[in-house]
């Protein structure tokens, strides 16, 4: 018996599944999950010891690959200091400092420990700010796992068609209204449909959770102008947007600005980590200031907030993101190239430095087009990649991540090895 297959049989005795999150247990692509022993650069390597040029990246958070030597040095020293404390430190305003001087909207922070608890938290604050009730989400987008947002989301839900979880009370989501990515018509007709009750719109701006869809032009401009004039809030969710599409995040990218942002994944360079921040006057309502109740043991970690640090002083020379760009685009083209090369039908779509290969006719707007990909095809693509040394998300509906540490060579080697990829993927 291998050594993953040691460690699968090991943990399936303790994990549902196998695992701690359910992406990972290959059921959207079926096969045998890779076991993680070690990552350097734009590589993992397995239990085994096959090594993969890795896009995965821990889903987005390894911006500057894996072990990156700064960040590795920043945990270490802040490890032999101590790892918690649960009072502040000074790396916890340095690291807010960093973030407030790079995102526009945010005059205020509050750390936290994951995505999911920053969503939570942000409209939980958006209802006492407005004092309203009712959420508008979208369908596909995916904020965490808080039982009211767990309605048409993307993500594991997706990869694993549940239209929403088992568990989640009728009456948990009784407030949340779910319209269609990308129309705006939709959501003016919602606000008209309840005047002075909308207390948030919550949006991916750039969906990563359905794969990448990108939003249409004026959409997220829309967004802003309809929950201004109503008095609602807007808020993006950033987790995977925030330091990926530029320092600023998709809202300097666009040039939107929400009132709340929700941040995660790259500020914490690898460790757990979330932050949701924006006005002043809005944020202020946090205890132990204003009646809005949010707490956290680990909240501010001090290793976790180092790696953060680490990672975001070196995202400041901005000619690193010109070279993910760069990078980003050659590996898109070449798969597109490869793609129809194959007589594939299939579409690159991405924005800045992540991407999705959709097997599909055409870019897709909205999570039911997203649906429309033929699963099947992707599934037979990505076993065909990963034998040739190149590892996936194992989801159709998953972001692909490109990092600083990918190299030309990676980039060619990925395309070369799509050709054949592409041709199983159709052969069936």
Not at 147 to 165: F, I
Not at 168 to 191: C, K, R
Request: proline content about 5%; overall charge neutral.
């Amino acid at each position: 018996m291998s050594a993953s297959s040691r460690i699968l049989a090991d943990s399936a005795r303790y994990f549902p599944g196998g695992v701690n999150s359910p992406v990972r247990a290959f059921r959207a692509v079926g096969g045998t999950p890779v076991v993680a022993r070690e990552g350097h650069g734009s590589t993992v390597t397995d239990a085994d010891g096959r090594r993969y040029v890795d896009y995965v990246g821990s889903w987005g958070a390894l911006i500057l690959g894996h072990t990156h030597a700064d960040v590795v040095s920043a945990v270490s020293s802040a490890a032999a200091r101590g790892t918690s404390f649960g009072m502040p430190t000074a790396s916890e305003a340095d690291l807010a400092r960093l973030i407030i001087q790079s995102v526009p909207s945010v005059e205020r922070i509050r750390l936290v420990n994951s995505g999911t608890e920053a969503a939570m938290s942000a409209l939980r604050l958006a209802r006492a700010y407005t004092g309203r009730s009712k959420i508008i989400k979208f369908a596909g987008c995916y904020h965490g796992h808080a039982d009211l947002l767990l309605a048409q989301a993307g993500s594991g839900l997706v990869t694993l068609g549940l239209p929403a979880s088992a568990g989640v009370p009728p009456s948990a989501i009784a407030d949340t209204l779910v319209l269609p990515y990308n129309d705006l018509s939709s959501v003016t007709t919602a606000f008209a449909e309840h005047p002075g009750a909308i207390a948030a719109v919550i949006v991916e701006p750039v969906a990563a959770n359905m794969g990448v869809v990108r939003p249409r032009p004026g959409f997220l401009s829309g967004l802003r102008d309809l929950t201004a004039d109503d008095g609602a809030l807007l808020v993006f969710d950033e987790v995977i947007t925030g330091f990926r599409l530029g320092r600023g995040g998709a809202q300097s990218r666009y040039g939107v600005r929400p009132d709340l942002t929700c941040l995660g994944k790259i500020i914490g360079g690898g460790l757990p980590i979330g932050a949701y921040g924006g006005r002043a006057a809005i944020m202020d309502l946090l205890a132990p200031n204003g009646p809005v109740y949010q707490a956290g043991t680990l909240s501010g970690n001090p290793v976790a907030v180092s790696a953060g640090i680490a990672t975001l002083q070196r995202l400041a020379d901005g000619r690193l993101y010109a070279a993910l760009e760069q990078t980003a685009a050659a590996l898109a083209d070449g798969l597109a190239d490869t793609a129809a090369s194959a007589g594939v039908r299939a579409r690159v779509v991405r924005e800045a430095s992540m991407l999705t290969v959709f097997f599909a006719g055409r870019e897709p707007a909205d999570f039911t087009e997203a649906q429309q990909a033929d699963t099947f095809a992707f599934a037979r693509f990505f076993h065909a990649m990963l034998r040739r040394g190149v590892l996936l998300p194992p989801s159709q509906f998953e972001a692909w991540f490109v990092s600083t540490a990918h190299s030309a060579a990676d980039v060619e080697h990925t395309v070369t090895v799509a050709a054949a990829a592409f041709r199983e993927a159709q052969a069936a």
